[in-house]
């Protein structure tokens, strides 16, 4: 393995002041609430029957978690489908001054990171960036004097910084127009990345510094650059800012403090340096990206048979799930080298858990290996190679001996979808 893990270890600090936040805000008001609001839209006698045939499928939160994987995400963070607007600031330092304009700065991640949410919300999620001020944007202090560290809580650094950055820009800026701000820190401020990534978001914080009358409540800050393993950030250092806009959505990290050995290369909450990767299916019907139709419970006792098209592909079912108790529950969905995954070297039939009980950090999603001990298929940098051939082929069965669950890989369609069947007690 190239990738040393402390490059992706990641502190991110996704503070959740649930509860607060639901009254306070004003721009984030409209949760991210998954699959309800498109469904409700759609209501009638079918859509009904569809909730209803969901509902043991919708593992939900549980309090007390920070960032979990539960249905529907609380209020708070910031809406995940429909026009999301993101405020770009590019700030600079006293001692640490811009290094080439801003507008550089900007174009590290766009229009890259919108193209990304474009395509792996089959065009749900319409992200518009915007950057009203051109130039860096002068914090009043030096960057050291701020404190800011990997892992540095909110209070005080953060703040203050968020509190400096409002007033420098409040008389060009109308805060109050956007869902989301990216502070995209002038790389020479800090650390490099290859040393320790201070990149982080603050998310669903209501108690936030206001400006022009809402909180700064979903705000990602990121650092340095990302190298793709050749040595060059170009091709795919942008995607640090979707894992970081990820939280902002309400989505937790999948890399532990072991790094990317639960989840691997299959969710840029788990990797996001390397090659280019997808969310995985649960993220996308939590994000509100996949229908209710798209949703395959198997929830009943017996035998049951789905067909699942790849999940880069739009339209048809992407998703089967089938839960285990009101926390956890098994994942299923098809794996393709298509769209934002353009490293999938075995193709197949991804099989994960998920634990709403499990908070952001800790291993929330596991993935299971179809080639358990076998390194894997890829030998891309920074890439988890063990888990790269986790996708289970067809003939192939996962096995739950224990909750009496079986997933077998029934076989491959002309269409290029998989049919699976799960056999429960
Ligand atoms: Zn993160």
Redesign the pocket.
């Known amino acids: 393995m190239p990738q040393t893990r402390h490059r992706i270890r990641?502190p991110?600090r996704?503070c959740a002041y649930i509860g607060l936040t639901a009254l306070a805000l004003g721009v984030t008001a409209t949760a991210s609430a998954g699959i309800s609001g498109r469904t409700h839209s759609a209501a009638g006698p079918r859509a009904t029957t569809v909730e209803s045939a969901l509902a043991p499928c919708r593992i939900t939160g549980t309090m007390g978690v920070q960032l979990s994987e539960g249905l529907p995400t609380p209020p708070g963070y910031a809406r995940s489908t429909g026009e999301v607007r993101a405020l770009n600031l590019m700030i600079d330092f006293p001692d640490a001054k811009g290094e080439g304009t801003a507008a550089d700065r900007l174009a590290e991640f766009f229009p890259r990171t919108s193209d990304w949410f474009r395509t792996s919300s089959y065009g749900r999620l319409s992200y518009q960036a915007e950057a009203p001020i051109r130039n860096w944007l002068r914090m009043p202090m030096p960057f050291a004097a701020y404190g800011i560290e990997r892992g540095s809580p909110y209070e005080p650094g953060y703040r203050q910084l968020v509190e400096h950055i409002a007033k420098a820009a409040d008389s060009e800026v109308d805060f109050s127009r956007y869902d989301l701000i990216n502070v995209l820190v002038t790389p020479n401020a800090g650390p490099s990345a290859l040393d320790t990534v201070l990149s982080v978001?603050f998310s669903g914080n209501g108690e936030a510094p206001m400006a022009d009358g809402v909180p700064l409540a979903n705000t990602s800050f990121v650092y340095s650059r990302q190298d793709d393993g050749s040595g060059t950030y170009r091709e795919t250092g942008y995607r640090v800012l979707p894992?970081?806009n990820?939280?902002v959505f309400g989505l937790p990290?999948l890399y532990t403090s072991d790094g990317g050995g639960t989840v691997g290369h299959w969710d840029i909450?788990s990797e996001d340096w390397g090659a280019n990767n997808d969310l995985l299916g649960w993220h996308k019907w939590k994000l509100g990206w996949l229908d209710s139709t798209q949703i395959s419970c198997a929830s009943k006792s017996g035998v049951s048979d789905h067909v699942l098209s790849p999940l880069a592909v739009s339209g048809g079912t992407k998703l089967a799930f089938v839960p285990l108790s009101e926390s956890t529950g098994y994942a299923v969905e098809v794996r393709t080298q298509a769209g934002n995954d353009e490293a999938v070297c075995r193709p197949g039939v991804l099989i994960y858990k998920v634990d709403s009980d499990v908070d952001?950090g800790r291993g929330p999603v596991t993935v299971s290996d179809s080639a358990s001990g076998s390194g894997g298929c890829t030998r891309r940098p920074n890439v988890h190679a063990e888990l790269s051939d986790a996708p289970f082929r067809p003939g192939e069965t996962f096995t739950d001996e224990k909750a009496g669950i079986s997933i077998s890989v029934v076989g491959e369609l002309r269409n290029g979808s998989y049919q699976v069947r799960v056999t429960r007690p």
């Open positions: 990641r991110h996704t978001t894992h970081e990820g939280h990290d909450m952001t």
